[in-house]
C-alpha cells in the first residue's frame, strides 16, 4: 500500500474518531445539522487531498466543492477555519498562457481565500449595514500597511511579479481580516467561528501527538503524490530523540503557535460546555497537542496567555498563586520522573537542549539592527545580500529571519514595522474598551473580551521567535479581525441598550 494512502487511513480513523467522540460537546457549540456538514465537508476535502494526485487538481476539486456549499453557511469564518488546515499551503503556479511566465501562485489558504472569503467580503461592501471602512483605529493601519506594503512591491522594477504580490497581499491580509470583522455580528457568529478554529486544531493536536509517538509525518507522502518536493517544509528534524511534528502546517512552531490560539479560543468556549470533563478533556487534549510540537515559542506564548487571561480577570492575585504552586508542583513532579529531565531540558532559559538556536535569534537581532539602520523609513527588497546579514547563513544555506518583526523592519523599515505592530496595540486597546462596555450587559461577553485580548498579546509574543511563515499570518490578521468584530458588537450594545442581551 503507498505511503499517502496509509497516511489517508490513518487520518480518517483520528479525524472521524474526533469527530465521532466530541460530537455531544460540540452540538452544544454549533447546530447539529452545521456540525454534520462540517464534518463532511472535512472528510471530503482530506480525501480529495490525497487521492487527487496533482495539486493542481486538487484545487479545482476543492474550489468546485466549496462554490457548491458556501452559500448554505450563515457563518462563513466557521467553514473557512475548519477547513484552513486541511492541507499543507504547498505552491501551485497558475499558467499564464503563453503570455507572462505564471499568472498567480495559488496555495490552500488562498484558494480558501478566494472561494470563500471574497464573495463574502463583496457582499459585505455592498451592506449598508456594515460598518464603514476605517470605523476602527486598527482598520487604519491594517489599510495603512497594505497599501505600504503594495507600493514596496514594485520597487523591484518588475511590474508584473509586483502585481501579483499586490494581489496575493489583498487575499492573504485583506480577506481573513475584514470578514472576520465584518461578518460575525452576534454572539452565535463568535462561537461558530471559534468552533470551526478549535475543530481543526484539536485535530492537529491529535496528528501532532500521532506523529511524536509513531516518528512519522502523516502528510509528508501526500506531498510527492501531489507533484511536490516533498522535503518543502523541511525533513525529519529531531529534539531530543523525539520528532518534531509538522501536521499539515509544514513547520512545527507554526502548529504549537495555531494550537495556542486555540487555546485562547477554548478559554471562552468551554463556557458553554456542560460537563467538567469534557472541559478537562479539552483544555487536556490541546495541551497535550502544544506539548508534543516540541517547540520553545508556543510554550511560551501558552504560558504568557494564561497569565495575561488571569490578569485582567477578577480574582487575579489569588489565581496567580494557584498557578505559581501548579507550576512548582508539576516542575517538582517531573524532576521525580524517568523522563522528565528529558522534557526540562527543553524548557527555555533553564534547559540546555539546543541552545544554539536561542543564541541564532540574539545574534539575528545584533545583525539586523544595522542594515534596518541603512534603511530606516522605508527598509529594502535586498536586505538579506547585507554582509550584515550574510554571517547568518546557516548548514542549510538560508538565512532564517526568525522573528517576525526584524522581518517587517527590514522589508519596509520603521513605518511598516509601526503601521504592523500598531494595528496590535490598537486591537489590545479596543478590547480593553469593548471589555469595560460588555461588563454592564453581559458577563460571559466580558469573558470573550479577555480571551481574544489574551490571545492577541500570545500572538505578539510567540511571532518575536518566528518569522511570518504557513499559516501564521492568515491566523494573525483573522484574529485582529475577530477582536474588531468583538468591539463592534459590544459598541452597538452602548449606542442601542435594547439590543443589548437580557442577563
Known amino acids: 500500500?503507498?505511503?499517502?494512502?496509509?497516511?489517508?487511513?490513518?487520518?480518517?480513523?483520528?479525524?472521524?474518531?474526533?469527530?465521532?467522540?466530541?460530537?455531544?460537546?460540540?452540538?452544544?457549540?454549533?447546530?447539529?445539522?452545521?456540525?454534520?456538514?462540517?464534518?463532511?465537508?472535512?472528510?471530503l476535502s482530506t480525501v480529495v487531498l490525497f487521492l487527487s494526485h496533482s495539486i493542481l487538481l486538487y484545487f479545482l476539486m476543492l474550489?468546485?466543492?466549496?462554490?457548491?456549499?458556501?452559500?448554505?453557511?450563515?457563518?462563513?469564518?466557521?467553514?473557512?477555519?475548519?477547513?484552513?488546515?486541511?492541507?499543507?499551503?504547498?505552491?501551485?503556479?497558475?499558467?499564464?498562457?503563453?503570455?507572462v511566465d505564471h499568472l498567480w501562485v495559488l496555495n490552500h489558504y488562498r484558494l480558501l481565500g478566494v472561494v470563500l472569503l471574497l464573495p463574502a467580503a463583496l457582499s459585505l461592501l455592498q451592506r449598508t449595514t456594515s460598518a464603514r471602512l476605517g470605523s476602527s483605529p486598527v482598520h487604519w493601519m491594517v489599510l495603512g500597511y497594505l497599501f505600504l506594503m503594495s507600493l514596496l512591491a514594485f520597487r523591484e522594477g518588475n511590474v508584473t511579479s509586483g502585481l501579483r504580490s499586490v494581489l496575493s497581499l489583498w487575499v492573504d491580509i485583506f480577506l481573513p481580516y475584514y470578514v472576520a470583522s465584518r461578518s460575525i455580528r452576534s454572539e452565535d457568529g463568535f462561537k461558530q467561528a471559534m468552533t470551526g478554529y478549535l475543530i481543526a486544531a484539536m485535530i492537529l493536536s491529535i496528528v501532532a501527538i500521532f506523529e511524536v509517538l509513531r516518528t512519522w509525518k502523516i502528510y509528508s507522502a501526500v506531498l510527492g503524490a501531489l507533484g511536490v518536493h516533498q522535503g518543502m517544509f523541511g525533513g525529519y528534524l529531531m529534539r531530543s530523540g523525539l520528532l518534531r511534528p509538522n501536521a499539515s502546517v509544514g513547520n512545527s512552531i507554526v502548529l504549537g503557535y495555531v494550537l495556542v490560539v486555540a487555546l485562547g479560543f477554548f478559554f471562552y468556549l468551554k463556557e458553554f460546555v456542560s460537563k467538567p470533563l469534557h472541559r478537562f478533556l479539552g483544555g487536556a487534549l490541546l495541551?497535550?497537542?502544544?506539548?508534543?510540537?516540541?517547540?520553545?515559542?508556543?510554550?511560551?506564548?501558552?504560558?504568557?496567555?494564561?497569565?495575561?487571561?488571569?490578569?485582567?480577570?477578577?480574582?487575579?492575585?489569588?489565581?496567580?498563586?494557584?498557578?505559581?504552586?501548579?507550576?512548582?508542583t508539576f516542575f517538582l513532579v517531573l524532576s521525580l520522573l524517568p523522563s522528565g529531565q528529558l522534557l526540562i531540558d527543553m524548557l527555555p532559559v533553564v534547559g540546555t537542549t539546543e541552545q544554539g538556536n536561542v543564541e541564532y535569534r540574539a545574534n539575528l537581532l545584533t545583525s539586523a539592527l544595522?542594515?534596518?539602520?541603512?534603511?530606516?523609513?522605508?527598509?529594502?527588497?535586498?536586505?538579506?545580500?547585507?554582509?550584515?546579514?550574510?554571517?547568518?547563513?546557516?548548514?542549510?544555506?538560508?538565512?532564517?529571519?526568525?522573528?517576525?518583526?526584524?522581518?517587517?523592519?527590514?522589508?519596509?523599515?520603521?513605518?511598516?514595522?509601526?503601521?504592523?505592530?500598531?494595528?496590535?496595540?490598537?486591537?489590545?486597546?479596543?478590547?480593553?474598551?469593548?471589555?469595560?462596555?460588555?461588563r454592564r450587559y453581559d458577563p460571559r461577553s466580558t469573558l470573550l473580551g479577555r480571551a481574544l485580548f489574551a490571545t492577541v498579546s500570545a500572538i505578539m509574543l510567540i511571532i518575536y521567535t518566528v518569522s511570518s511563515?504557513?499559516?501564521i499570518p492568515v491566523v494573525y490578521w483573522s484574529v485582529l479581525g475577530l477582536s474588531v468584530a468583538y468591539v463592534t458588537l459590544v459598541s452597538e450594545w452602548a449606542r442601542k441598550p435594547k439590543e443589548a442581551p437580557v442577563l
Open 469 to 471: 511563515i504557513s499559516a
Open 370 to 438: 544595522p542594515v534596518i539602520a541603512r534603511n530606516l523609513l522605508f527598509g529594502s527588497y535586498d536586505y538579506l545580500d547585507a554582509p550584515e546579514l550574510q554571517v547568518m547563513i546557516q548548514g542549510e544555506g538560508i538565512i532564517d529571519v526568525v522573528n517576525t518583526y526584524v522581518s517587517v523592519a527590514l522589508y519596509s523599515g520603521l513605518l511598516g514595522l509601526a503601521l504592523f505592530v500598531g494595528a496590535f496595540l490598537c486591537a489590545l486597546q479596543q478590547l480593553r474598551k469593548g471589555m469595560r462596555i460588555s
Open 63 to 99: 474550489g468546485a466543492i466549496l462554490l457548491a456549499y458556501r452559500r448554505r453557511e450563515a457563518h462563513v469564518m466557521g467553514l473557512y477555519f475548519v477547513l484552513l488546515f486541511v492541507s499543507p499551503p504547498a505552491p501551485a503556479e497558475i499558467p499564464g498562457l503563453g503570455i
Open 287 to 328: 495541551t497535550a497537542g502544544i506539548l508534543a510540537c516540541l517547540s520553545r515559542g508556543p510554550w511560551v506564548g501558552s504560558a504568557f496567555l494564561v497569565v495575561v487571561l488571569i490578569l485582567i480577570g477578577p480574582k487575579s492575585v489569588k489565581r496567580l498563586a494557584g498557578l505559581g504552586l501548579g507550576a512548582v
Open 1 to 43: 500500500m503507498a505511503e499517502h494512502v496509509r497516511a489517508l487511513l490513518v487520518l480518517m480513523v483520528l479525524g472521524i474518531g474526533y469527530f465521532y467522540a466530541a460530537r455531544g460537546v460540540l452540538s452544544q457549540l454549533v447546530p447539529e445539522a452545521t456540525l454534520k456538514r462540517w464534518r463532511n465537508l472535512w472528510v
